[in-house]
């Protein structure tokens, strides 16, 4: 096997889900009704892998997993999108980021399941996507297979463009540190690698990612 060259990663990160508003990942609870169906995404502002650059590149996982991750008894399957404007390297890296196989905060998520993460497969994808600068809203969709849009949580007692977050969150699905801001599913719907669901007025947040490895 190669050696793993130094990599380094910054960008944002979201989710949508069956889980209720707010989502117990995030509180290190295990998954409403002890199973999560979701669309993970990633959208990478800077970075590089050794002397590969993967700057403006996405990734989408979509999948389901039962059990409390943040306790490592999860199991669960996936299929994931590679953005079809990465060159051949870019496209062999990124599954390998993602899915922890050369260090970093990737890799702890991936030893937290106590069976390995089956991959029902992998393809190139036109993966369109907005995330709003003040995060009201953010969004991703793969025509005829993936939907997944939300919007920024709001009340009656929200102050006009102000939208909740949570510092210091216990479960951090990107780590320690990161601010979370919370959302509510206006879809999620995946007809892909054999899944077929879709939710609506679920959870979703958004937070960003900053990883380096080995």
């Known amino acids: 096997m190669a050696e793993i060259p130094s990599w380094h990663i910054t960008g944002e990160w979201f989710d949508n889900c069956s889980c209720a508003v707010a989502c117990p990942c995030t509180f290190a609870q295990a998954p409403d009704n002890g199973f999560c169906e979701s669309v993970l995404f990633w959208h990478i502002g ?5 002397d590969i650059n993967l700057d403006g590149l996405s990734f989408v996982r979509v999948g389901r997993w039962e059990g409390d991750l943040w306790a490592g008894k999860a199991k669960g399957t996936a299929g994931i999108f590679v953005d079809d404007r990465a060159d051949e390297r870019q496209a062999e890296v990124l599954p390998r980021i993602f899915g922890g196989l050369v260090g970093g905060f990737p890799a702890l998520v991936a030893a937290l399941f106590k069976e390995g993460r089956q991959v029902r ?8 996507f907005e995330i709003a600068p003040d995060r009201a809203k953010w969004g991703t969709e793969i025509v005829g297979k993936v939907k997944a849009w939300a919007m920024a949580l709001t009340g009656p007692t929200s102050l006009p463009g102000k939208y909740p977050q949570l510092m210091n969150p216990p479960g951090s699905e990107t780590g320690p540190g990161q601010l979370v801001t919370w959302g509510k599913s206006t879809i999620c719907s995946v007809d892909a690698f054999g899944y077929k669901f879709q939710w609506t007025t679920n959870s979703s947040k958004h937070i960003p990612f900053d990883w380096a490895g080995p």
């Open 46 to 50: 800077h970075g590089h892998y050794g």
């Open 121 to 128: 497969g992998v393809e190139r994808a036109q993966i369109t």
